[in-house]
């Protein structure tokens, strides 16, 4: 048996979780900061850095609580080292390390897109490899090829603003609040998504790219003169939101579909916290089966960042031998796995 305590402190959620071989999850602690970053209108990350300090040994104590379980017994100490918000991932790191250190247990650095595909392995056991992965967030927008659970090759991904990114920066322009796409999903529910037709801008090969859409909604919104924008009236920035998800969605279909097609793999998996949306949910599940291709989408509270990817993928990580020492690194852009 295969214990491991997960730490994930890449953005704004701090989280620990324990899950016993990459499967049982005993307890996944999820802190937002939400509440913190919506006085600014999005993540700052100085702000996102000193209330993973505040918060992190509670929330630690609190996933071993609820597991019960002592750190003495637990196998291993996995930790999100890679990428993210340099300062914030520093704070799990630092924190994975005096834990190793004074218990003595090994550590394991997880990439934390890597953590976002194994939430699938979380909640479907049996997703056949390989597949297709898509890991939509707030950072990342990208497609790869998974062998396994942790052997992905990167199709492609976004060359501008991630699509959480585009979602987040859209409901600021149209003054919804933040994170945007939770907020735009539900106003978008029964509103007239053709009321705008955004133009999706859709690469020949697997990349993405969204801040047409994003400067397209802003130009929208401000009219022909930026001085004196238009008064919009709730139902016509309601219907601006369903068109600007519209169009967004109508990119990750595409590319996700013809990705399965140009690989001549029919499975499909699903992560990040863009994989929430309803809609997404829907038009990829529509298109994909009328492809003959199967798709996993994890449960919302696998999709957003918590822990229990963490310390599950740290299985698969531990069988191969893969297994960090005390000079691990946080990288705010890939793994560095020492
Ligand atoms: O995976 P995640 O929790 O953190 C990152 O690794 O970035 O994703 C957060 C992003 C935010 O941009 C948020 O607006 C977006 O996921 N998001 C959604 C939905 N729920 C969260 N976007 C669209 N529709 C949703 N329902
Ligand atoms: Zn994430």
């Not at 979780?17 to 600014?40: M, P």
């Not at 597991?67 to 340099?86: E, H, M, S």
């Not at 990342?140 to 492609?156: K, V």
């Not at 001549?264 to 529509?286: E, F, Q, S, Y």
Request: net charge neutral; charged share 20%; aromatic share 6%.
């Amino acid at each position: 048996m295969f214990r491991c305590l997960g730490i994930e402190t890449s953005c704004d959620e701090t989280s620990a979780a324990v899950v016993v071989d990459g499967r049982d999850i005993l307890s996944n602690v999820v802190q937002s900061q939400i509440e913190i970053h919506t006085l600014f209108g999005g993540v700052v990350p100085e702000v996102a850095c000193r209330a993973h300090i505040e918060t992190i040994v509670p929330v630690i104590e609190k996933a071993l609580g609820d597991a019960k379980v002592a750190l003495a017994d637990v196998d291993a100490i996995a930790v999100t080292c890679a990428p993210g918000l340099v300062g914030a991932l520093l704070v799990g790191v630092s924190m994975a390390k005096a834990l190793a250190l004074a218990a003595g247990k090994p550590i394991i650095g997880v990439d934390h897109l890597h953590g976002h595909m194994y939430a699938n392995k979380l909640a479907f056991p049996d997703l056949p490899y390989p597949c297709v992965s898509m890991v939509v967030s707030g950072g990342h927008t990208s497609l790869y090829l998974s062998r396994t659970e942790i052997d992905h090759e990167r199709l492609g991904s976004t060359t501008d603003d991630a699509a959480g990114e585009a979602f987040d920066k859209v409901a600021k322009i149209l003054d919804l609040g933040f994170p945007g796409g939770p907020i735009i999903d539900q106003l978008a529910r029964g509103r007239d998504a053709s009321r705008v037709r955004f133009k999706r801008t859709i690469p020949d090969g697997l990349d993405f790219s969204f801040s047409g859409i994003k400067t397209a909604v802003l130009y929208h919104v401000r009219g022909q003169d930026a001085k004196h924008p238009r008064a919009l009236s709730p139902p016509e920035r309601a219907d601006i939101a369903a068109s600007f998800q519209e169009a967004v969605v109508d990119i990750l279909v595409e590319q996700a579909l013809k990705a399965c097609e140009r690989t001549g793999i029919p499975t499909l998996a699903m992560g990040g916290g863009v994989a929430c949306n309803t809609r997404l949910r829907d038009k990829m599940n529509v298109e994909a089966n009328r492809r003959k291709i199967t798709t996993y989408f994890p449960p919302p509270r696998f999709c957003t960042d918590n822990a229990a990817m963490i310390a599950g993928i740290a299985y698969p990580l531990w069988r191969a031998g893969l297994i960090s020492d005390l000079t691990l690194d946080a990288v705010p852009t890939k793994i560095h796995r020492k």
